[in-house]
Nanobody, 130 residues
Framework: QVQLVESGGGLVQPGGSLRLSCEVSGFTLEHYASIGWFRQAPGKEREGVSC????????YYADSVKGRFAISRDNAKNTVYLQMNSLQPEDSANYYC??????????????????????WGKGTLVTVSS
């Protein structure tokens, strides 16, 4: 069974950086799929942060994180990363990794809203506070 395990969250001061990792087992990133990062803060809806197409490496970023966050993948390690720079308090949330396993064919802007995403990790908490 496919498992996604996030790590790298923690407490960071405003302006700081964190790198999140999503380790995938039971599925190889060399197969066609969409995979990415979502976040949800208390009292707010889930938000797609950044996603990547494993087939061609195309990426998508929410406007709120463009220029600050960068998604990448290491196929050899079957891991997806999210480098988060210039973190602000509004970035505080539980961050989740999700993938569609290649079962759907939504374009990245839709898959990064959650469309077709059928396997989710349990999340890692990011808190940006002084």
């Amino acid at each position: 069974q496919v498992q996604l395990v996030e790590s790298g969250g923690g407490l960071v001061q405003p302006g700081g950086s964190l790198r999140l990792s999503c380790e995938v087992s039971g599925f190889t990133l060399e197969h066609y799929a969409s995979i990415g990062w979502f976040r949800q803060a208390p009292g707010k809806e889930r938000e797609g942060v950044s996603c990547i197409s494993t087939s061609d490496g195309n990426t998508y970023y929410a406007d709120s994180v463009k220029g600050r966050f960068a998604i990448s993948r290491d196929n050899a390690k079957n891991t997806v990363y999210l480098q988060m720079n210039s973190l602000q308090p509004e970035d505080s949330a539980n961050y989740y990794c999700a993938t569609d396993l290649g079962y759907s064919d939504y374009a990245l802007p839709l898959s990064c809203k959650g469309y077709g995403m059928n396997r989710w990790g349990k999340g890692t908490l990011v808190t940006v506070s002084s």
